[in-house]
């Protein structure tokens, strides 16, 4: 049999105090119970018309643990009519072995993953349904919604957390789409890192915070370069605040211990970037879920390029942010003239124009490369915002090879194995001495173009697939060592220009002084 321990902790865990009387939505009585942790999955506490369950196609996931969580959560978000009858009709018998009572292993940890996912769809969908029903949409809007759907990912992350190497490499096994998610939102999980996440709660109760959402645990430079600026910017303004930074692989599993800790007077940041829109929908999907979690709190989304495709999916993207975005609380800055003027027409939350957060970045001396600068550098983006063709970057190499020779160095902007937040400085260093120590850079990535900007580089930048390079561009076009270029037959004209540029002076003062506006505006 199971322990005294296990027994006692589930004498009373099946039984509801709430009052839940009436015929009500299946919707406001699943909301009424979790308001008051009440509301229980196990699909054997409920009782449904056979044909409702097949008109709502309900079934229980196959493959998948813990499969009643689905079920009943679809079930009671769509019902029309549900009740409660506050009766014993059965016994349960708890036994070793079974799925909640048997040791943990990948299987469990990778169904609760799949479940928070399939959760959050169901969730999305039924918003968007409800969203002109008025008597559903004050319940489908309830916090405790989202608090329930995270729970399962975080119960997903503790079980993932206490596996042994070999369960935990099982992940890779999966489908390389389904390999990425996995690795967004639960590998982050090891031993102790609840621990650490909980110490974040343990300040004083007049202390001010800023919690700072979004920052990378991939390997992209340029968005560690964003993090690593707007912390800065938080430690020369907000010297008063207590700066808690959650990792964008964190944010869901966070949000609600956020939701219950955050004070009056906290700040909420989301890091800057260029991924507003349908673009990066991964990441606009946390985004919307912070500004959703925080109603009555100043939020700032610090400067974003925004970019919605020109098609039904970009539209429908679109009409879902107008809602999101339509926050009194929210202040949007934008990166350039054209997402400021798409946000204006579009969204009705505050919103200003500022450059990109690393132009006003002070760099440590020690990340520039002394000595006498040695060879071209290529810096080019191989995702889908890539513009170039292979045909057009083997051009540019054999322009740059015929005045460097084999003195040309290829990098990219991207670090395969990902950047922890502890490596992130010494990582982003040896690519700003990378290219301070180069003779010239040709590039289509933004912050290679920022980089070589901020150490006096010689640097030709061709756009991407849509306007981020042009309108951050506009901030630092009147430096002559900096050239954009959309014609690779134009290259040689423009590298002769900005390797001739001897005025190679970073306007840093007048660039962190916009950069200031955000405060003002807050």
Known sequence: GVSEKTLQSKEKYYHRSGEYSGVLSGLELMVRQMENNEFLVGAWGY?????????????????????????????????????????????????????????????????????????????????????????????IEAPCIMKFICQRLRLGRNI?????????????ELPEE????????????CPGKEKERDAC???????????????????????????????????????????????????????????????????????????????????????QEVIRSFPGHKKIILPQSIQFTDDEAGREALEQACNVYADQNLLLVCRGKSSLEFAEKH????????????????????????GERNGAVLCFRNDKEKVLTKEETERIDSVLRASFGSNVTKTDMVRPQGIAPGDRRSELAKQYRLFSGAEVVVTDRLHCMIFCAQTGTPCVVFPNDHHKIAECYEWIAALPYIRMIKDDADLSDALTEVRCATDREYPLIKLRAHISEIEKKI
């Open 178 to 189: 389904e390999q990425g998610l996995f690795q967004l939102y639960m590998e982050d999980a």
């Open 201 to 287: 709660h343990e300040r004083g109760s007049e202390e001010k915070t800023i919690w700072f959402f979004g920052s990378p645990s991939h390997g992209n430079l340029g968005d560690h370069m964003i993090a690593e600026a707007a912390l800065s910017f938080f430690n020369d303004r907000y010297p008063d605040f207590t700066v808690k930074e959650i990792p964008r692989n964190d944010v869901l599993a966070r949000l609600p211990d956020v939701s219950e800790h955050i004070k009056p007077g906290d700040l909420v940041f989301y890091i800057g970037g260029g991924n507003l829109g349908n673009y990066w929908p991964e990441n606009e999907k946390v985004r």
């Open 347 to 370: 969204f009705a939350c505050a919103s200003m124009m500022a450059p990109d957060m690393v132009m006003g970045y002070q760099l440590p001396v020690w990340w520039r490369q002394r």
């Open 47 to 139: 009782m449904a018309r056979r044909s409702f369950v097949l008109k709502q196609g309900l079934r229980f996931e196959e493959g998948l643990l813990y499969e009643d969580n689905l079920y009943t959560f679809s079930a009671m978000m769509y019902a029309e009519r549900a009740g409660y009858l506050n009766r014993v009709f059965f016994l349960r018998r708890l036994r070793n072995g079974s799925i909640t009572q048997s040791q943990k292993n990948f299987f469990h940890a990778y169904s609760y993953f799949v479940t928070h996912i399939k959760s959050y769809v169901l969730y999305q969908n039924a918003k968007q349904a409800f969203s002109g029903v008025q008597e559903k949409k004050r319940w």
């Open 160 to 172: 993932f957390a206490g596996l042994d190497v070999e369960e935990r490499n099982k992940s890779r």
